[in-house]
């Protein structure tokens, strides 16, 4: 193999197939920019399939979604978005959840058993986002066919923060920007659970949290997506460090992906601007299902098709979603040029 295509990673203490991380950095700027849903989900099982071992691969994942957090953290902040009280009180569940999260790594790792379970956990986590967005897809089409008006407000969905407000330990706090008062306990509980999954996947945790901070703690949707932001770049900041000091954190393989990510999430941003109906959260669903079986086929030894697998499924996605903004912004200059020409 032509050794300028690998590139030592001096910490992990393996060659790795450099292009495969500056494109799975790439394609997780222009996903998460796109579907506004991270896409730290594959990270972790890409850079395990390139040939990271395990536990280095959630470590610098985890540093990874810090550095990304941190920029939609302060655009969200100048729009208002960020509940900083509620995400400071949550942040005590986060860390303490992290921590726990690593530990279980750091110990799975001495008996060798990190790669297969971490791995299973996977495929179950992928899974469940797979249904919950084609089950997402079949209600939008159920309810077009029922003839739901375009712009008719929906109706509100899940109301279990209702239920969970009504329980009253103290201390009872109220959190104005995003209009709540609740005990305490219930966003510490919360973020301590997605904190567990953020140390153990390598993941923000944004995926489960955000949904968490709509039905359990009733923050409206767009608090919720600042608030989660938030903390994510403060849990990745805190994961960074934990795993920093386990010596799990690959940097240079950090800055590879980022680069990539800084150009791919301008592109997936510009994107959403020119995207309509359903379609692509099918394909957002093939790709995460597509990424269930290449970790099925890494754990079973298959790792030149699993690596093949994953790279050219983020390829494909994301040639799709740029095909979306080139297209978009194409007939956009056309109507611009038609409108002058009047």
């Not at 058993?113 to 079949?138: E, H, K, N």
């Not at 309810?143 to 712009?151: E, N």
Request: proline share 3%; glycine share 14%; charged share 10%.
């Amino acid at each position: 193999m032509d050794s300028f295509w690998y590139m030592y990673m001096p910490i992990a203490g393996v060659s790795i197939f450099w292009p495969g991380m500056v494109l799975i950095g790439y394609s997780v700027g222009v996903i998460g920019g796109f579907f506004g849903m991270g896409g730290a989900w594959m990270v972790t099982p890409g850079l395990n399939i390139l040939g990271f071992p395990m536990a280095f691969a959630i470590g610098t994942d985890i540093a990874h979604i810090a550095g990304k957090s941190m920029i939609s953290t302060i655009r969200h902040s100048k729009f208002g978005n960020v509940d900083y009280k509620l995400g400071i009180v949550m942040l005590v569940g986060t860390m303490a959840g992290i921590e726990i999260g690593a530990q279980i790594v750091m110990y799975l790792e001495r008996i060798g058993m990190v790669g297969p379970i971490v791995r299973w956990i996977y495929v179950g986590f992928l899974f469940l986002i797979a249904l919950m967005v084609f089950s997402d897809y079949a209600k939008a089409v159920k309810k077009s066919k029922m003839g739901a008006a375009a712009g008719e407000k929906g109706v509100e969905g899940f109301t279990w923060y209702k239920t969970l407000h009504k329980i009253k330990i103290p201390p009872m706090m109220h959190f104005k920007v995003a209009g709540i008062t609740c005990s305490a306990w219930l966003p510490i509980f919360v973020s301590f659970l997605t904190g567990v999954l953020a140390g153990f996947l390598g993941i923000g945790g944004g995926l489960l949290r955000m949904p968490a901070l709509i039905y359990f703690i009733g923050a409206p949707t767009h608090i919720a997506v600042g608030t989660d932001l938030f903390e994510v770049m403060i849990s990745g900041l805190y994961g960074a460090f934990t795993y920093t000091l386990k010596g799990r954190i690959e940097l240079v393989a950090v800055f590879v992906m980022l680069s990539g990510a800084a150009i791919g999430a301008q592109i997936g941003t510009v994107a959403t601007k020119y995207s309509k109906g359903y379609g692509i959260r099918v394909a957002f669903g093939i790709a995460v299902l597509c990424c269930m079986i290449s970790i099925i086929l890494k754990q079973f030894k298959y790792d030149t098709a699993a690596a093949a697998l994953i790279l050219s499924v983020i390829s494909a996605i994301c040639i799709y979603i740029m095909g979306i903004m080139f297209k978009g912004a194409s007939a956009e200059l056309r109507e611009k040029k038609l409108a002058s020409g009047k």
